[in-house]
């Protein structure tokens, strides 16, 4: 073995058109694909769609039921919500926000998590104890209240609560990287690296981050829900991203003063946490199908 790069195992070319294949025959990835897609598209095209923005305010339009209820409007079309906001305007640019944070949050705990469970699965020893010891500190502690306290300090705003939600999520990366990287150093062609000279940066960046993406891809799509839900629950408390930023625990927050004059306050962001936290575990949930299925074939 005189290329590092080739140090992959040779059926990894072969099988891409067979997951390929299975990618697109699951019903779990097509439909969180699906879901997904269209989050996505309404988000970044919400200034195109709507004729009303997140922030306008209408007090003489207050509290207007959804247009499917009586004294709807099709101006309105979601109804608005107790200072006149159009709530499929903030609907859609809070989707902006929950998806910016979960794949902000969900990176950086995949960045944090990843390097220190290649770093313990790799070298062992007092490597391995150190990061053991910082995981079961993490674990310990309560995670939305630790949240909670550090945004409350720090002072709320979107980088902020993007920055804690990711600190407070990389244990699930850990712990995977760790095992699988115990396994993968002891396989021939790492110790065929050793042998023919390669460094450690060399073997852990051709022999062994190459086969730990397929895992690391489910776990990052399941955090993705993760911090979805966990910034929904900060900014209902009030201390997630401020006012007057539309996002879906703020809308909740603010509407469950008048949930039972206007149910859909609350209804229609719970809806919406709910229709993308599970589009992204329905696609994790089919990658570590295929990739099980994989493993056994």
Not at 77 to 95: E, I
């Amino acid at each position: 073995m005189t290329g590092f790069p080739l140090s992959i195992p040779s059926s990894y070319e072969a099988r891409q058109p067979v997951m390929l294949r299975r990618v697109l025959r699951s019903p779990k990835i097509c439909v969180g694909a699906g879901i997904l897609l269209v989050f996505v598209v309404l988000a970044v095209f919400a200034p195109l769609i709507l004729p009303h923005g997140p922030d306008e305010q209408d007090l003489a339009l207050r509290l207007l039921p959804p247009m499917w209820d009586a004294g709807g409007q099709p101006g309105h079309p979601f109804g608005t919500d107790h200072l006149g906001r159009d709530v499929l305007a903030r609907l859609l640019f809070g989707a902006r926000v929950s998806l910016v944070i979960g794949l902000g949050a969900a990176s950086i705990g995949l960045l944090i998590g990843v390097m220190l469970g290649v770093l313990a699965g790799y070298f062992g020893g007092w490597v391995d104890q150190a990061v053991n010891l910082v995981l079961t500190s993490q674990l310990a502690l309560p995670g939305l209240l630790l949240a909670m306290a550090l945004v409350f300090l720090i002072g709320p705003s979107l980088m902020v609560v993007i920055l804690v939600i990711g600190l407070m999520h990389w244990t699930y990366f850990l712990v995977v990287t760790r095992s699988a990287t115990q396994r993968i150093r002891e396989l021939d062609y790492v110790r065929a690296s050793r042998v023919a000279g390669a460094s450690t940066f060399q073997i852990l960046q051709w022999d062994v981050l190459p086969n730990l993406l397929a895992p690391i891809m489910v776990i990052f799509t399941l955090e993705v829900g993760m911090a979805i839900l966990a910034e929904a629950s900060l900014s209902f408390l009030g201390v997630g991203v401020p006012a007057p930023t539309a996002t879906w625990g703020l809308m909740i927050a603010e509407g469950k003063a008048a949930m039972f004059l206007r149910p859909s306050l609350v209804v229609l962001p719970g809806l919406a946490i709910f229709l993308l936290v599970t589009a992204v575990n329905l696609l994790g949930d089919g990658l570590r199908d295929i990739l099980q299925s994989a493993a056994k074939g």
